[in-house]
């Protein structure tokens, strides 16, 4: 689902905690606009007994591709939401009509690795990210 203002203390506490409420209440205004540079940008907050425990995001980059993006807060990871929420994000993908999800990930995140190949993204070369970090690049056909 989409965030909410209910979500600002979830992400106050384990994402933006140099940001004010009424800063993160115009993000999730911003985000929830479906529109970053003109195209389609989504982002759907990853949820745990109803309180964010991460976010995955859909971005755009083709007619046929978008991106996907999946972050999952520091204590809620290995209990599998990552995995299931962006399971459900590519399904949202495919139900909009896109034909390919890429994604990028760190060359040294296992577990963001492993769950791509699980999700079954086929990594097709490495680069280093506009933040300089080394990255997999994935891609799965729908």
Request: with cysteine.
């Amino acid at each position: 689902r989409n965030f909410t203002k209910d979500n600002i203390p979830a992400l106050q506490k384990e994402k933006y905690v140099n940001m004010t409420y009424s800063e993160l209440e115009k993000l999730i205004s911003d985000w929830n606009t479906k529109k970053y540079n003109g195209v389609y940008f989504e982002m759907f907050a990853i949820c745990s007994d109803s309180i964010a425990a991460g976010m995955v995001s859909l971005y755009q980059h083709t007619e046929n591709t978008v991106s996907i993006g999946t972050e999952v807060f520091e204590r809620f990871r290995r209990q599998g939401i990552g995995t299931e929420g962006t399971r459900l994000c590519i399904l949202k993908a495919k139900e909009m009509g896109y034909k390919y999800v890429s994604a990028q990930v760190k060359t040294d995140n296992t577990a963001s690795i492993s769950m791509a190949n699980n999700l079954g993204f086929s990594k097709i070369g490495q680069t280093v990210n506009r933040k300089g970090n080394r990255v997999y690049n994935f891609i799965l056909e729908l």
